[in-house]
């Protein structure tokens, strides 16, 4: 699966355990995953049996979430897929306009694989009469792309000397497709809630100020392949300074997840959120009121690689403390259902059954 900032890598295990600890009071088929980034979660759900209906707002991750959530292994098996990727893979390289910005004005990707990764976009095209076999194609694309990048997991920036990975061969990969059907859509999560219908929304809005668009603005341009007008040192696309997200504002991110609160109807629902977050635990619960029963699990978390290795100025020499190297993450379950919330804090020592409903 893609590098991705605030993804569930880790927590994806004890999500979906949870997931399924609900569904083993009250049945559940249908789970809304709202905020799908890499689609890990939705994925690892549909692996448990679920229908996903998996959205985000930026083009990248409707691709992964339309090939990880919603193309059915059986009718795409590697067989049919293989030869395809073959194909693309031994395409000539190509030195466009992506080569130029990526490669050649920054440096996300080694010139030779920015070419191949060029050509192979380009001949995607070709399959657009399958919005599901081009999904899937951009989707190995993705992350044989993720593979050879030289960056610390966003597009921020690109490091400063080439990453080891960024000299090995780009190599397109069958993506680990399941059985069996799902939904991925592009929208905005204030805009789609209403319109989704689920047995149980899975919620994972950012956490902070840093725009996703702008930590994968090369993904979106790969996906959306519009040569976009870019700007400063990390050539990010100018629409990252219009397409914004109120959950990554500090001053509008309450208002916006208490109006998707009310916007969803759906019997039960599980927020992600993390201590590093703009809300308290206590915050969140106060806007879960009205959801009926709610309890709050927690886990501790190793923060990111860059916390554990330190602060360090361009001449290598270590700078500045870093603060912490571990944070705390919460499942916050909220259900009509009373059974739902004592069986979650049953045997669960860090539970705590946060209303009465
Ligand atoms: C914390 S990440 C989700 C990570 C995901 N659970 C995973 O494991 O990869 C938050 C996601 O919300 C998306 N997002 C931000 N604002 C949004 C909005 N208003 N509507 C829909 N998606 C949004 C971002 O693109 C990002 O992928």
């Given at each position: 699966?893609?590098?991705?900032?605030?993804?569930?890598?880790?927590l994806?295990?004890?999500i979906?355990e949870?997931?399924?600890?609900?569904s083993?009071?009250?049945?559940?088929r249908?789970?809304v995953?709202?905020?799908s980034?890499?689609?890990?979660?939705g994925?690892a759900l549909?692996a448990q049996?679920f229908?996903?209906?998996?959205?985000?707002?930026?083009?990248?991750?409707?691709?992964?979430?339309?090939a990880?959530?919603?193309?059915d292994?059986?009718k795409?098996?590697?067989?049919?897929?293989?030869p395809?990727?073959?194909?693309?893979?031994?395409?000539k390289?190509k030195?466009g306009?992506f080569?130029?910005?990526?490669?050649?004005?920054?440096?996300?990707?080694?010139?030779?694989?920015?070419a191949?990764?060029e050509a192979?976009?380009?001949?995607?095209?070709?399959?657009?009469?399958?919005p599901?076999?081009r999904?899937?194609?951009?989707?190995?694309?993705?992350?044989?792309?993720?593979?050879?990048?030289?960056?610390t997991?966003?597009?921020?920036?690109?490091?400063?000397?080439?990453?080891?990975?960024?000299?090995?061969e780009?190599?397109?990969?069958?993506?680990?497709?399941?059985?069996?059907s799902?939904?991925?859509h592009?929208?905005d999560?204030?805009?789609?809630?209403?319109?989704?219908e689920?047995?149980?929304?899975?919620?994972?809005?950012?956490y902070?100020?840093?725009?996703y668009?702008?930590?994968?603005?090369?993904?979106?341009?790969?996906?959306?392949?519009?040569?976009?007008a870019?700007?400063g040192?990390?050539?990010k696309?100018?629409d990252?300074?219009?397409?914004?997200?109120p959950?990554?504002?500090k001053?509008?991110?309450?208002a916006?997840?208490e109006?998707?609160?009310?916007?969803?109807k759906?019997?039960?629902?599980?927020?992600?959120f993390?201590?590093?977050?703009?809300?308290?635990?206590?915050?969140?619960?106060?806007?879960?009121?009205?959801?009926g029963?709610?309890?709050?699990l927690?886990?501790?978390h190793?923060?990111?690689?860059g916390?554990r290795?330190?602060?360090?100025?361009?001449q290598g020499?270590?700078?500045?403390?870093?603060s912490?190297?571990?944070?705390?993450e919460?499942?916050?379950?909220?259900?009509?259902?009373?059974?739902v919330?004592?069986?979650?804090?049953?045997?669960?020592?860090?539970?705590?059954?946060?209303l009465?409903?």
């Open positions: 699966m893609i590098k991705y900032i605030g993804s569930k890598r880790v994806v295990p004890w979906t949870t997931i399924c600890r609900v083993q009071v009250t049945p559940l249908r789970v995953d709202l905020f980034g890499s689609a890990r979660v994925h549909k049996g229908y996903v209906i998996a959205n985000d707002h930026n083009a990248y991750a409707q691709v992964l979430a339309q990880l959530v919603g193309a292994a059986r795409y098996p590697v067989g049919k897929i293989q395809i990727l073959e194909r693309l893979a031994a395409l390289p030195t306009w080569t130029q910005t990526y490669c050649l004005k920054a440096r996300y990707f080694q010139p030779k694989n920015g191949r990764i192979i976009r380009e001949a995607i095209e070709a399959y657009q009469a399958d599901t076999l999904a899937i194609l951009l989707t190995s694309l993705l992350l044989a792309a993720d593979k050879v990048d030289s960056t997991g966003i597009q921020m920036a690109y490091l400063k000397r080439w990453a080891p990975r960024a000299w090995n780009l190599h397109l990969a069958y993506p680990p497709l399941l059985p069996g799902g939904e991925a592009l929208g999560a204030l805009e789609v809630a209403g319109a989704l689920g047995d149980l929304f899975y919620l994972d809005p950012p902070n100020a840093h725009s668009l702008g930590n994968y603005h090369v993904w979106e341009t790969l996906v959306r392949f519009d040569n976009p870019t700007y040192v990390a050539q696309r100018t990252v300074r219009e397409r914004k997200s959950f990554n504002s001053k509008e991110a309450k916006a997840l109006q998707l609160l009310a916007r969803i759906a019997p039960h629902l599980v927020l992600s993390s201590d590093e977050g703009f809300f308290r635990p206590e915050e969140i619960e106060a806007l879960l009121e009205g959801w029963f709610v309890v709050r927690s886990r501790p190793r923060r990111y690689v916390a290795i330190g602060i360090y100025n361009p020499v270590k700078v500045g403390q870093v912490h190297t571990e944070n705390r919460f499942l916050f379950v909220a259900s009509q259902k009373r059974a919330a004592l069986a979650l804090a049953q045997g669960e020592p860090t539970a705590k059954l946060a009465g409903g």
